[in-house]
């Protein structure tokens, strides 16, 4: 025992030498950055699933990475009937059935939701529109109209709110539509030009792009094209037939330039 205690004696003597130097640091020098304030984020979404609603899998990545980018999520949807009901296992209308977007949109947000009518601007730093069909549908008329499509009023008047406010706003896979319609002159991207054998099987739709006055930039799936000007970044998502991480990837480098300019 007197062989161990000459051993750690002298290491408890050096230890004690440091404790002044621990009790002059003060203690608010630990803590002497205040956290950043958290960006203030609307989502809107269109219903629930890909052919009549939002794009699940977007709305997820959408989340998910908000949610590491520490931004405070309110989830929209406007409390209005669908367009029609898609039976998802064969691709077909439900002829005889009829859903809400605000209700079915509440199941991606685990019943967190309010209705579009009472989204404002001043309340948010930023807002985002995932894809699906639903934004095709629900949220304009693109689906049926093309290039002479209407953009639900409530949509209409956010997109305005937010650009007219300088606070971005972004969209990927096919809502970008929305920004062209609405925002004449913006930059998008809906992808590629060309269906390149099928890995962009909604190529067309960047001509109906350029119709509605707007200008498309071809960008990769995993890219994000941002508009300074406008402040608007697009993503392609599921515009191309893709590996599902691919599609996480673009919609990640969306919503981090979207958080960068929000400026927090």
Not at 128 to 145: E, R
Request: net charge positive.
């Amino acid at each position: 025992m007197a062989a161990v205690r000459a051993l750690v004696a002298p290491r408890l003597v050096a230890a004690s030498a440091f404790a002044p130097l621990h009790a002059l640091a003060p203690r608010a020098a630990l803590h002497s950055s205040a956290p950043r304030p958290r960006a203030r984020v609307a989502l809107v979404l269109s219903g629930c699933g890909v052919y009549d609603g939002t794009e699940l899998h977007e709305a997820s990545a959408v989340l998910v990475h908000l949610s590491r980018g520490g931004a405070e999520v309110q989830i929209f949807a406007p409390d209005v009937p669908q367009m029609h009901v898609i039976d998802h296992t064969k691709g077909q209308p439900s002829e005889s059935e009829t859903r809400n977007v605000l209700t079915e949109s509440a199941r991606i947000a685990r019943g967190k939701i309010t209705d579009l009518a009472r989204l404002s601007a001043a309340d948010h730093d930023a807002a985002i529109f995932p894809g699906g069909f639903g934004a095709a549908k629900n949220l304009s008329t693109f689906a049926v109209d093309g290039k002479d499509c209407r953009v639900h009023k409530d949509v209409e008047r956010v997109l305005k709110e937010f650009h007219e406010a300088g606070k971005p706003i972004g969209l990927c896979c096919i809502a970008p539509v929305l920004a062209a319609k609405v925002l004449r002159g913006v930059e998008v991207t809906v992808g590629h030009e060309q269906e390149e054998g099928g890995k962009w099987p909604y190529a067309g739709t960047a001509e109906a792009i350029k119709a509605l006055g707007a200008k498309h930039c071809v960008k990769g799936v995993t890219e994000a094209h941002v508009d300074q000007k406008n402040k608007v970044v697009t993503t392609p998502a599921f515009m191309c037939e893709t590996a599902l991480h691919h599609i996480h990837d673009g919609i990640g480098a969306m919503v981090k330039k979207v958080l960068e300019l929000c400026g927090k």
